[in-house]
Antibody
């Protein structure tokens, strides 16, 4: 049974850096891409970035300048950093596992609400 | 503003069918057979119900079906049940290793 457990700071001030980590339990860690996806309150989903076990990354062009995704294969974890946050970055952030089909997510973390407020 | 266009709401009575559209461009929906659909209940993570336009993951009832024509994909829920009341999001692989989502459709079971 694959489980994704995520954590990180839930309240940030404008201009700070959002940092989240997702730990993966069960299943293969090396055979998949790992993604971050966010959802502003009451709104739709937005894909942020993905990374595989080799460190190959892909980013949403609209966020690329502020985002970095990293992976720690020794701990089966991957992380997200989003710099210079504003109120527009307030959202529930999910980590998710990609499947054999590009960017299809069968397993998701529980979600972390990150609020940006002064 | 989401990249894919979905109607904000749809409704039908129990036992009836509801179809949700998802319109993109040739750079996403029309260019790839990598359209997925997710069901999301309040406060929960999304659940994959359709991938590669029309394939269902194990455990998803065959009441859920997907299709695509040109730049528009569709999700049909047949034999609507109370537990199908949820938000539904489409997504599509897009050029240059990008992924785009729709804004979501709230399905109400009357």
């Amino acid at each position: 049974q694959v489980q994704l457990q995520q954590w990180g700071a839930g309240l940030l001030k404008p201009s700070e850096t959002l940092s989240l980590t997702c730990a993966v339990y069960g299943g293969s860690f090396s055979g998949h891409y790992w993604s971050w996806i966010r959802q502003p309150p009451g709104k739709g989903l937005e894909w942020i970035a993905e990374i595989n076990h080799s460190g190959r990354t892909h980013y949403n062009p609209s966020l690329k300048s502020r985002v970095s995704i990293s992976i720690d294969t020794s701990k089966n974890q991957f992380s997200l950093n989003l710099r210079s946050v504003t109120a527009a970055d307030t959202a529930v952030y999910f980590c998710a596992r990609g499947g054999s089909t590009p960017m299809v997510f069968t397993y998701w973390g529980q979600g972390t609400l990150v609020t940006v407020s002064s | 503003q989401s990249a894919l266009t979905q109607p904000p709401s749809a409704s039908a009575s129990p036992g009836q069918s509801v179809t949700i559209s998802c319109t993109g461009t040739s750079r996403d929906v029309g260019g790839y057979n990598y359209v997925s659909w997710y069901q999301q209940h309040p406060g929960k993570a999304p659940k994959l119900i359709i991938y590669e336009v029309s394939k269902r993951p194990s455990g998803v009832p065959d009441r859920f079906s997907g299709s695509k024509s040109g730049n528009t994909a569709s999700l049909t829920v047949s034999g609507l049940q109370a537990e199908d009341e949820a938000d539904y999001f489409c997504s599509s692989y897009a050029v240059s290793n990008n992924l785009v989502f729709g804004a979501g459709t709230k399905v109400t079971v009357l």
